[in-house]
């Protein structure tokens, strides 16, 4: 984001930990050796241990290409709470506390309150979603997510027609976040972010607690996240407590740090360059050496461009 260009493939990141990754991983090792090389990069820690196994009952993959590997989805993160490097949301979050947890809905609908993540989770049956996932900052991944749709969690609540925004808010403990103390100048905390009631509706946004069959570890967003896999990484925001239906668009985290570059909508968009340094139209893999190009709405326009028929998306980005 603004506080740091993405560094380059680290090793570690693509080391394989899963046998059925045993071919891939030997060809990524390959490829991330050269990227090693070329970028003077080194070793970073291990991922974390992983959380406990979740019950999954439907599998859907909306991409061919292979999922990243665990442990390159483990200790290559963005959450500036926990700090500003790509291994230090996996460092330095170990001792940060995702349970007991609850989620406070608020605003326009008929069952405001606070409820537990007992309450939030117990209707709802686990299904897995691969999905790729594209940082602005040029470097993508793809994630078997496990969780289920936002539109059946937010039905639940009972959005009014005053409900046309849905802002989330993830947890404000400064204590437990170092991000939260070194950044506090930098950016507004708690983290925010915002969707419009039928982008939270659609299909594909989905509420993940787990990947790869186990529950969030703490660096991705534990104990429940967003995902919305057309646009940039960003708006999958992580570790939410506060869910409210509004009627006015909200103001999101990275909008108000830099509104310029960071819009409400940030769908991706490879034909629109965020700023001076970061040209949108290529990305690289995890682990992989070579750029590929970006596709619009990151491959799901088909899906959702439908959303923004009649809007400008050079101005409303
Ligand atoms: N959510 C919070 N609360 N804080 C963050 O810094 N980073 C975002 C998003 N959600 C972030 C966040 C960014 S920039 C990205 S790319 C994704 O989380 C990264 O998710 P991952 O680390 O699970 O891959």
């Given amino acids: 984001m603004i506080i740091k260009t993405p560094a380059d493939v680290r090793s570690s990141e693509i080391t394989p930990e899963r046998v059925y990754w045993r071919r891939r991983a030997f060809l990524t090792s390959a490829g991330a050796a050269v990227a090693a090389f070329a970028t003077g990069a080194f070793v970073v820690e291990p991922a974390a241990a992983a959380g406990a196994k979740l019950d999954v009952t439907k599998r859907t993959t909306t991409t061919t290409d292979p999922p990243t590997p665990y442990s390159g989805v483990t200790t290559y993160n963005n959450y500036y709470e926990f700090g500003g490097d790509k291994s230090d949301p996996a460092t330095n979050s170990k001792d940060f506390k995702p349970k007991p947890w609850s989620v406070a809905i608020e605003g326009a609908c008929a069952k405001p309150g606070v409820y537990t993540l007992e309450d939030i989770l117990k209707p709802h049956s686990v299904e897995e979603r691969v999905y790729r996932h594209r940082c602005v900052e040029g470097w993508s991944i793809v994630v078997p997510w496990d969780g289920f749709p936002l539109s059946d969690l937010l039905k639940r609540y009972e959005p009014t027609g005053n ?155």
């Fill in 163 to 317: 409900a046309r925004f849905v802002e989330f808010t993830t947890i404000l403990r400064p204590q437990e976040m170092v991000g939260q103390r070194r950044f506090a100048q930098i950016l507004p905390w708690p983290y925010r972010e915002g969707l419009r009631i039928d982008e939270a509706m659609h299909p594909l946004t989905f509420v993940a607690i787990g990947l790869y069959g186990e529950e969030l570890a703490n660096q991705n967003g534990a104990p429940l996240r967003l995902v919305v896999p057309w646009k940039y990484g960003f708006k999958s925001i992580k570790s939410i407590v506060k869910i409210r239906f509004v009627d006015a668009q909200p103001v999101t985290t990275w909008q108000a740090a830099a509104p310029e570059y960071y819009g409400f909508y940030s769908n991706v968009n490879p034909s629109r360059t965020y700023s001076i340094y970061r040209d949108q139209a290529k990305e690289r893999r995890l682990g992989e050496f070579f750029m590929r190009n970006t596709l619009p709405f990151n491959g799901y326009a088909d899906q959702v461009a439908s959303l923004y028929a009649n809007m400008n998306l050079q101005k409303e980005f």
